[in-house]
């Protein structure tokens, strides 16, 4: 048997992929990476006029992109914005769930409705998409990337927030162990149509404002990773390319830590 090039096995020409928070800080980057690789990419969110700044964007470096408002929060939309793409790509190769909102409380803060809120988007909201675009993706034997978290698999260090605005919500963990337990269930429950199911979980990707603004916040997630620094956007995208194309056929049910190093102590 030859064994193909690396290039080919990371190649998606004629291959559509829907990624819902697609404009986003990490989002973005996902898409930019599918694009490279010659993918059809439909950039999708609540936002849609910056959903199609993003898709303008990528069309101007010559891909095809579009822009579709998908809103986890809303059941209603998702079937729309699944029909949309699909008719307007052609087909649904890829699902990259990256579409995150959440309300950014502490222990002592957060009530019901925060948690059944967070809950609702980061979890249920994952479920009924994937849901929603399973025969697309029955259809044409696909792939289902799940953004998590390193929080949904270990605990926050309490100290890490003594002092500082930021906060970390026990809704967002709990959400995030959520999917990558909803990853490794449908890995093995899709795995007789060909769908291969993956989670890729970022570590400490702090926004540029919150370095410029926290220095203090950043130095101490700088301290706590092996690697000791946070992560650049842009290192994102090359777990995404393994694990939505071709070069990654023999992966799934893996849930994949693009974080620095920061679980291994």
Not at 95 to 102: H, K, R, T
Not at 234 to 240: D, F, S, W
């Amino acid at each position: 048997m030859t064994s193909p090039a690396l290039q080919q096995l990371f190649n998606l020409e004629g291959r559509a992929a829907l990624v819902t928070g697609g404009a986003g800080y990490l989002g973005g980057e996902i898409a930019d990476a599918l694009a490279e690789l010659g993918a059809d990419v439909a950039v999708a969110s609540r936002d849609v006029d910056k959903c199609r700044r993003k898709a303008e964007e990528l069309a101007r470096h010559g891909h095809r992109a579009y822009a579709a408002r998908i809103d986890l929060s809303e059941p209603a939309t998702l079937q729309p914005c699944i029909d949309e793409v699909v008719s307007a790509l052609g087909r649904l190769d890829i699902l990259v769930m990256c579409a995150w909102s959440g309300r950014k409380n502490s222990w002592e803060t957060i009530n019901d409705a925060d948690w059944n809120n967070d809950i609702e988007i980061c979890l249920n909201g994952v479920y009924r998409t994937i849901k929603t675009a399973f025969p697309a993706l029955r259809a044409s034997r696909g792939v289902i990337l799940n953004i998590g978290s390193m929080y949904g698999h270990v605990a926050p260090d309490y100290r890490l927030y003594e002092g500082v605005p930021q906060a970390n919500p026990p809704s967002y963990g709990a959400a995030k162990a959520g999917v990558i337990q909803l990853t490794k269930y449908l890995a093995s429950f899709l795995s007789p149509h060909g769908i291969r199911v993956n989670c890729l979980s970022p570590g400490p990707f702090p926004f540029e404002s919150t370095k410029e603004q926290f220095p203090e916040f950043v130095a101490r997630l700088n301290a706590k990773n092996p690697l000791g620094r946070v992560g650049v956007p842009h290192e994102v995208k090359g777990a995404a390319a393994l694990l939505c194309s071709d070069a990654g056929s023999y992966i799934t049910g893996q849930n994949l830590c693009v974080d620095g190093g920061w679980a291994v102590w």
